[in-house]
T-cell receptor, first 114, second 110 residues
Framework: DGGITQSPKYLFRKEGQNVTLSCEQNLNHDAMYWYRQDPGQGLRLIYYSQIVNDFQKGDIAEGYSVSREKKESFPLTVTSAQKNPTAFYLC?????????????FGPGTRLTVT | GNSVTQMEGPVTLSEEAFLTINCTYTATGYPSLFWYVQYPGEGLQLLLKATKADDKGSNKGFEATYRKETTSFHLEKGSVQVSDSAVYFCATNTGNQFYFGTGTSLTVIP
């Protein structure tokens, strides 16, 4: 079955540590996205990538970094510079060639930093 | 740029009640419109979509019509069930950029 996988489901880290969240898709989608969701809040875009080896900052990129070395993979690193990293992180993908196409979402990773 | 405004929640309904969640959008060009649903602790799932004016998207008893004249895409269901309890997001896109509303939490009580 095609889809997006995110791992792990729950992640715990100590303050000051960098942590990398995994996102893999086998939908052959060109574009991939990372969103942050806080309790009772909507989605805020962190980074997105429309093609391998290229990515753009979203609305809240500070304290985060990404890479896109393969079409299938778009890992997100939450650095120690991110002041409030505890949140639910969602990865998504879409076809860039399909103007009307929707985004597909992974199951999310809940990160807790103490 | 594009934006979406949706009805604030939370919304609480009794089982079998009629549901409407309002959504209006601003957009340039010819965007598609989407409704997503999120169950607790999960990612978003596409519920329905419409790609041009007057299109009606429908799925699992939910419907929404793309109204260009009122720039709206209201979500409706004739008879809600307890299992419909979730957060609903309205969204639009311009090319590969997606814009989401803040979400409306729905609780259906037996």
């Amino acid at each position: 079955d095609g889809g997006i996988t995110q791992s792990p489901k729950y992640l715990f880290r100590k303050e000051g540590q960098n942590v990398t969240l995994s996102c893999e898709q086998n939908l052959n989608h060109d574009a991939m996205y990372w969103y942050r969701q806080d309790p009772g809040q909507g989605l805020r875009l962190i980074y997105y990538s429309q093609i391998v080896n290229d990515f753009q900052k979203g609305d809240i990129a500070e304290g985060y970094s990404v890479s896109r070395e393969k079409k299938e993979s778009f890992p997100l690193t939450v650095t120690s510079a991110q002041k409030n990293p505890t949140a639910f992180y969602l990865c998504a993908s879409s076809l860039t060639r399909d103007r009307v196409g929707e985004q597909y979402f992974g199951p999310g990773t809940r990160l807790t930093v103490t | 740029g594009n934006s979406v405004t949706q009805m604030e929640g939370p919304v609480t309904l009794s089982e079998e009640a009629f549901l409407t969640i309002n959504c209006t959008y601003t957009a340039t060009g010819y965007p598609s419109l989407f409704w997503y649903v999120q169950y607790p602790g999960e990612g978003l799932q596409l519920l329905l979509k419409a790609t041009k004016a007057d299109d009606k998207g429908s799925n699992k008893g939910f419907e929404a019509t793309y109204r260009k004249e009122t720039t709206s895409f209201h979500l409706e269901k004739g008879s809600v069930q307890v299992s419909d309890s979730a957060v609903y997001f309205c969204a639009t896109n311009t090319g590969n950029q997606f814009y989401f509303g803040t979400g409306t939490s729905l609780t259906v009580i037996p």
